[in-house]
C-alpha cells in the first residue's frame, strides 16, 4: 500500500516482516493431534490431584501444579457454554488469512470433560439468532485423507438438531 | 536493611540444537521441578510469592511470552512478571523482589528455543531501527563482528589466537554433561570452519540453542530452610550503552565497565583481578571472552590473557558452546551456583568461594548484568 | 500491612498527549516526550535518576528488544535499565517493578517507563499472536469478545444490562472530555444511549465498537524514589506506593463462565475479586467503597469495566449496576472511577496500565486539572489488566505507611 500523503517533513517507512516458525508440539499435544488425525477422537488429559479434564490437553495441571499423565476421551459432543459472533474480520497471525463475517466461535462442555473445562473452536451456524448458552453441540470432522494433526482437523461444531 | 538473598537451587535442561520433542512448556517445566523437588517447596501452596520468568516474545513468536508457561511455573492465581532482556537482569530483578520485602521465595524461570524460528538472525535483525540501522541489513551477528574486528586489531589477536581459544573453551564443554557442543575441535578444525561474517568464523559462534534454566532465590530467613549451601548473591550491577555502533567504541564496553564498578561497590571488592575463583561470562561470540574479562577488569591485557590459565574461566564451555542468548546470563550463573556449591562435576574448579557472572543482551553487547556470588 | 523494606514514594509524573496517530514521532522520540515531562514535574534531572524500568509489548511495532533503540530517548544511557513486559498489564508491572527496585535499596531514585505506538502495528492480529499457535491462534479476535457481555446481560437482563453498559461507557467520555490528554472524546450524553444501543456497530456479540477501548500511541513516566530523596526532591507532593498485587491466570482463556475450582475445592473467582481480598486485607481495607476514594481501572471494555466494579469492590448481587445508574462512579459522584477517561478513552497499551495508576498519583496530589475529583484524595487504587486474564492491582496513599 503506498504511503499516505503526509506533510513534506515527515518520513513514514513500511515494512512487512515474516518470521518463519516450526513448532513442537511435545508429546501431549502430540498424543492430542494425532488422535485427531488418526482416529477422530478428542483426547482430553486429567489431572491425578483433582481430576479435572484439560483439552486440548497440557503437561501441568495449572492448579494442581502436577503433570497430568491419564488421558481420556470425550466428546464429540458437547454443551455449549458460552458464546462469540463475530463480525470484525480479525486476521489469523499465522496465515494472515480472515473469515468471512460474521462467524461463531464456542466454548464447549464437551460430554466426560470434568471439572468445568470447555473446549473452544469455530462454531458454524448461519442463523445467529438460534445461539444460546445450553444448546447441544458436536463436532464435525474432516474427512478422511485430509486430516493432518492440526486442530482444523476438527471443522468446527454443529447445532444437534432437535436435542434441548 | 533489606535481607540478604540466596540462590537455594538451579536447573538447566541439557542445551541442544533442536529440542523438537518438547513444546517450550515441556522444557521448562523439566527444570521448574527439579528446583521444587531440590527446595521442597510446594508450588500450589503459599511457598512461593512470585515467579520471575524470563522469556522473549520475538524468540517465542508469541505476544506476552509469559502467558505460554503460567502453568508450568505455578502461576495460576499468583504472580508473575516476565524480564524481557537477557536471564542475568532475571537474576537482578529476583534479588530485588526478595529485598524490597515483596515476596520471600521467588522462583526464577527462563526459557527459549531458538530452534524455532528458521534462522535466528532474522530476529535479531529486527532489534535494529526501522530507519537508519534495520534497511543496510545489520542483525547480532554482523554487529558481533563488527566489534571483534575492533578489537582483534586494537590488541593484534589473531585468527589463530583466536582459534587456540576457542579448542581450550571447548574441550572444558567436553566435560559438561549440559553443554550443546561438545566434540572437542582441533586447531585445523576451526581453520576449516567456514567464515560467517569476517573475522568470525562458524566456530566462533555460539550454536543455534534451546534450553531453559530455573532457580529458587530466597531471603536468609528462608533460605537456611530450603538448601544447606545457600550462594549469596553479594553483588549487582547493570548498564546500558548507546544504541548506534557507531556512538560507541566496539574495541571496549564502557557499560560493561560501569556494571561491573557497580557490582563490585555493592560486593565490596577492590581488586577483581584476584577476587573470584570461578568466572562464567556470556561469551556467544568468541572474541567476547577476552573482551569481556579485559572490561570486567579480570586482566589487564586480554592479548597476554589469552596465553595465560584460563581454567577457571567458563570453566562450563561457556554460552560459546550453545546457551540460547536470551537465557545466557541465567545459564552463566547457574554454572556459577554450581561451582559454588561443589556441585560442577568433572568441570569442577577446587574450592571455589566466590563466583562471577555475567549476560548481555542486544548488539554487540550494548548492555550488560554482572552478578557476584559467594558462599 | 506489607512488609516493605523501606517506603517508596511516586515524586514526579509525565504523560504524553494521547493520540490516534503520532506519525510525527518514532518510539525514541514518544518515550522522550514523557520522560521529559516527569523530570520537569519533580524538577530533577537525568543525573538524579538511579535506574530506569521500561515496558511494552513489542510485538506491536515490530521492533525486537527495543529498549535497545529506545536508550535514545529514554535517559537510561549509562544506567541499570530493566525492561519487564506482561502484556496488557506490563504498565502495572513496571510500576511494580520500580516500588520493587526501589524498597529493595538497590536504587533510590527509578524513572518507570510504559509506552505503545499501536499505530505502527496491527492492534488486534498483535494480540490474536499471543495465542497458542498449534490450537487457538486460528481462533482468538484479539481482545474482543462479546462473552463478559453475555455474562451480565443473562444476569441482568437484556434491557437493563445494555443500558447500564452505555450509561457508563457515556460517563467515562464525559470524564475524558476533561482530561487534555485522553485520546479520544466523542461529546456524548446520556440522551444518547438508545439510539448507541442500536446504532454503534456490533464488533462482537453484544460489544460494540463504542464499548471498546481505544487503539493509541502515547506514553507515560513516573518517578520512584526512598522516602529520604523524596524529601529532599519535594517539589510536588509525595504520593506513597502503599501496596500491589499482582494475580495471573493459566493459560487458557476462562470466558466460558462455567465454574471452576482450586486445588481445595474452593470455587474459583475472578483475579480481579482476588487481587482485591488479598490487597484490602493485609492493608485492613474492610469496606472498600467508603475507604477509597477514587480508583482508575483498566477498563478494556465498558461491559468489562461495568462487571468489574463488583469484583474490585468486593460487593454482591446488583451493587455495581446501581452505583452506574445512580451516577455514583462520575467525577463528582460518591465513587468516581476514572476520572482521567479510562482505557476506552486512551489505550497505548503498553503505558496504559501505567496510566492508572498515573493518575491516580495526579488526583491525590489534587493536580488533575479539570478531571480533578472534588475532595481529598487519601487513598486512591488504580488497576492493570492483560494476558489470559490477569489483574495487578495497586493501592497509592497521600499518607506516609507506617514503616
Known amino acids: 500500500m503506498p504511503p499516505k500523503p503526509l506533510s513534506e517533513e515527515l518520513i513514514h517507512r513500511e515494512h512487512m516482516a515474516r518470521f518463519p516458525q516450526r513448532w513442537s508440539t511435545g508429546p501431549v499435544m502430540g498424543k492430542f493431534l494425532k488422535a485427531l488425525r488418526d482416529e477422530k477422537r478428542i483426547m482430553a488429559n486429567v489431572c491425578p490431584r483433582c481430576g479435572r479434564s484439560q483439552v486440548p490437553p497440557r503437561e501441568v495441571c495449572a492448579v494442581c501444579r502436577v503433570a497430568a499423565t491419564q488421558f481420556e476421551e470425550v466428546g464429540p459432543a458437547g454443551t455449549l457454554r458460552n458464546f462469540d ?72 461444531f454443529e447445532i444437534i438438531e432437535g436435542e434441548a | 536493611m533489606p535481607p540478604r538473598v540466596a540462590i537455594c537451587a538451579v536447573a538447566q535442561s541439557k542445551y541442544v540444537r533442536d529440542r523438537w520433542q518438547d513444546r517450550v512448556q515441556g522444557m521448562c517445566w523439566e527444570v521448574v521441578q527439579h528446583v521444587v523437588r531440590a527446595t521442597g517447596v510446594d508450588l500450589a501452596g503459599e511457598d512461593v510469592g512470585a515467579v520471575v520468568s524470563n522469556s522473549d516474545d520475538f524468540f517465542d513468536c508469541r505476544t506476552i511470552s509469559d502467558s505460554a508457561i503460567t502453568d508450568v511455573v505455578g502461576a495460576h492465581f499468583k504472580c508473575e512478571e516476565k524480564v524481557a532482556q537477557d536471564g542475568a537482569q532475571a537474576v537482578y530483578y529476583g534479588y530485588a523482589n526478595v529485598a524490597s520485602g515483596s515476596s520471600d521465595v521467588v522462583l526464577v524461570a527462563g526459557h527459549s528455543k531458538e530452534s524455532q524460528v528458521g534462522d535466528r538472525n532474522l530476529i535479531t535483525h529486527a532489534a535494529f531501527d526501522p530507519f537508519y540501522t534495520r534497511p543496510v541489513g545489520l542483525d547480532y551477528l554482523a554487529a558481533a563482528a563488527l566489534q571483534a574486528d575492533a578489537f582483534l586489531r586494537r590488541f593484534g589477536i589473531t585468527d589463530a589466537d583466536l582459534a587456540r581459544l576457542v579448542c581450550q573453551q571447548r574441550a572444558k ?54 538448601t544447606d549451601k545457600p550462594v549469596w548473591i553479594t553483588g549487582l550491577g547493570s548498564s546500558i550503552d548507546s544504541f548506534f555502533l557507531g556512538d560507541r567504541d566496539l574495541s571496549e564496553s564502557a557499560s560493561l565497565r560501569q556494571a561491573a564498578g557497580r557490582a563490585y561497590r555493592m560486593a565490596n571488592i577492590g581488586q577483581p583481578r584476584t577476587a573470584f575463583d570461578v568466572c562464567e561470562l556470556s561469551d556467544p561470540y568468541a572474541h567476547q571472552l577476552p573482551l569481556w574479562a579485559w572490561q570486567l577488569g579480570l586482566t589487564e591485557d586480554p592479548r597476554q590473557w589469552l596465553s595465560g590459565d584460563l581454567a577457571r574461566f567458563n570453566p562450563s564451555g561457556g554460552s560459546l558452546a550453545g546457551t540460547p542468548q536470551v537465557v545466557s546470563g541465567l545459564a552463566r550463573t547457574a554454572e556459577a551456583v554450581l561451582q559454588l556449591r561443589n556441585e560442577a562435576g568433572e568441570r569442577q574448579i577446587p574450592g571455589a568461594k566466590r563466583a562471577l557472572a555475567h549476560g548481555t543482551t542486544g548488539p554487540a553487547g550494548q548492555q550488560h548484568c554482572v552478578v557476584v556470588l559467594e558462599t | 500491612m506489607p512488609r516493605k523494606t523501606r517506603p517508596v514514594a511516586i515524586v514526579g509524573v509525565g504523560q504524553t498527549r494521547h493520540s490516534s496517530h503520532r506519525e510525527d514521532v518514532n518510539q525514541p522520540e514518544l518515550i522522550h516526550e514523557a520522560v521529559r515531562r516527569a523530570i520537569d514535574d519533580a524538577g530533577v534531572s537525568l543525573d538524579d535518576i538511579d535506574a530506569v524500568v521500561t515496558g511494552n509489548m513489542e510485538m506491536f511495532e515490530g521492533t525486537h528488544q527495543p529498549d535497545m533503540w529506545q536508550v535514545l530517548g529514554n535517559g537510561a544511557w549509562g544506567k541499570p535499565c530493566l525492561r519487564v513486559s506482561t502484556g496488557g498489564t ?15 535499596g538497590l536504587h533510590d531514585v527509578v524513572l518507570a517507563i510504559g509506552f505503545e505506538k499501536q499505530q505502527e502495528g496491527h492492534t488486534t492480529g498483535g494480540i490474536t499472536a499471543m495465542a497458542d499457535p498449534l490450537w487457538a491462534r486460528h481462533l482468538q479476535t ?9 455474562e451480565v446481560i ?61 487503539q493509541s500511541d502515547g506514553a507515560g513516566a ?16 509525595p504520593v506513597w506506593v502503599q501496596d500491589h498485587v499482582t494475580v495471573h491466570r493459566e493459560e487458557t482463556l476462562s470466558l466460558s463462565g462455567v465454574p471452576t475450582y482450586d486445588a481445595h475445592g474452593k470455587l474459583e473467582t475472578t483475579t480481579q475479586r482476588r487481587a482485591a481480598e488479598i490487597l484490602f486485607a493485609r492493608n485492613g481495607i474492610a469496606r472498600p467503597s467508603e475507604e477509597i476514594d477514587v480508583f482508575e481501572m483498566y477498563d478494556p471494555s465498558a461491559w468489562w469495566g461495568l462487571s468489574w466494579i463488583r469484583d474490585f469492590l468486593l460487593l454482591e448481587g446488583d451493587e455495581h449496576l446501581q452505583m452506574v445508574e445512580r451516577g455514583d462512579i462520575a467525577i463528582e459522584g460518591r465513587f468516581p472511577i476514572n476520572p482521567s477517561g479510562g482505557v476506552t478513552a486512551t489505550n497505548p497499551i503498553g503505558a496504559t496500565a501505567l496510566l492508572r495508576p498515573l493518575e491516580a498519583a495526579l488526583q491525590i496530589r489534587g493536580d488533575a486539572g479539570a478531571h480533578q475529583v472534588p475532595r481529598t484524595v487519601r487513598k486512591a487504587l488504580a488497576s492493570g489488566f492483560g494476558g489470559t486474564l490477569w489483574t495487578v492491582l495497586m493501592l497509592l496513599s497521600k499518607e506516609k505507611p507506617d514503616a
Open chain 1, 85 to 156: 459472533v463475530v463480525y470484525y474480520a480479525s486476521p489469523d497471525p499465522v496465515t494472515g488469512q480472515s473469515r468471512e463475517v460474521p462467524y461463531a466461535t464456542a466454548y464447549v462442555e464437551l460430554d466426560g470433560a470434568k471439572g468445568g473445562a470447555t473446549f473452544w473452536h469455530e462454531l458454524h451456524e448461519t442463523d445467529m439468532t438460534k445461539l444460546r448458552r445450553g444448546l447441544r453441540v458436536r463436532a464435525v470432522f474432516e474427512e478422511d485423507g485430509k486430516r493432518t494433526g492440526a486442530i482444523t482437523d476438527i471443522k468446527y
Open chain 2, 173 to 226: 564443554a567436553a566435560r559438561n554433561p549440559l553443554a550443546n557442543e561438545r566434540t572437542p575441535l582441533s586447531p585445523a578444525d576451526v581453520a576449516a570452519s567456514p567464515m560467517l561474517a569476517d573475522p568470525l568464523r562458524e566456530a566462533y559462534v555460539y550454536p543455534p540453542s534451546d534450553g531453559a534454566v530455573a532457580m529458587i532465590l530466597a531471603s536468609e530467613d528462608r533460605a537456611r530452610h530450603l
Open chain 3, 90 to 104: 506490563t504498565g502495572a508491572t513496571v510500576f511494580g517493578a520500580a516500588d520493587n527496585l526501589v524498597a529493595s
Open chain 3, 142 to 150: 484479539g481482545a474482543l469478545t462479546g462473552m463478559a457481555a453475555l
Open chain 3, 154 to 214: 443473562d444476569e441482568f437482563g437484556h434491557e437493563r444490562a445494555r443500558r447500564a453498559a452505555m450509561r457508563y461507557r457515556v460517563i467515562m467520555d464525559q470524564h475524558a472530555a476533561k482530561n487534555p490528554n485522553a485520546h479520544r472524546r466523542f461529546n456524548l450524553s446520556f440522551d444518547m444511549i438508545d439510539d448507541l444501543m442500536q446504532k454503534s456497530p456490533p464488533l462482537v456479540g453484544e460489544l460494540r465498537l463504542i464499548h471498546m477501548c481505544s
Open chain 3, 222 to 237: 513516573m518517578i520512584f524514589a526512598s522516602a529520604e530523596r523524596a524529601a529532599a526532591i519535594n517539589r510536588r507532593p
